[in-house]
């Protein structure tokens, strides 16, 4: 899903090479500390089998570091969607100046057509 959010906004970017270094550069990193915090999680889990009135059930528990582990994949992750997030809008807002400024007639009209275009370019590419 984040590949496609990234080139998602690489293409709203008009391909910026440097939106697209940037991304990567944030995105990579975020993602090999969550796999290794993953992994010290599974490490760290211990699974118990009890048998409650005739049924059974396993109970998984976690030792040491697993809540700020968990935590933290939960910290990083928030910060990947926030950095995309604000590029989004980011570009969003920028082409509604632009669109107010050129804009003879109606802005919400315009932002229709503008969305449209712009859309069917990014697929098009």
């Known amino acids: 899903m ?53 049924t059974y059930q396993c109970i998984f528990t976690y030792g040491g570091d697993s809540v700020f582990l968990n935590s933290m994949t939960w ?5 990947w969607e926030v950095v995309a997030l604000c590029l989004a809008v980011w570009i969003a807002v920028k082409q509604f100046r632009e669109l107010r400024q050129h804009s003879t007639r109606g802005v919400i009209g315009d932002c229709y057509t503008v969305l449209m275009k712009t859309h069917v370019s990014y697929f098009v590419r």
């Open 2 to 54: 984040q590949v496609i959010m990234i080139a998602r906004l690489h293409a709203m970017y008009q391909r910026s090479r440097k939106v697209l270094i940037f991304l990567v550069v944030i995105f990579l990193p975020i993602r090999i500390a969550n796999v290794v915090m993953v992994a010290l999680q599974t490490m760290q889990m211990s699974g118990e089998e009890y048998v409650l009135s005739g």
């Open 75 to 79: 910290i990083l992750s928030t910060v």
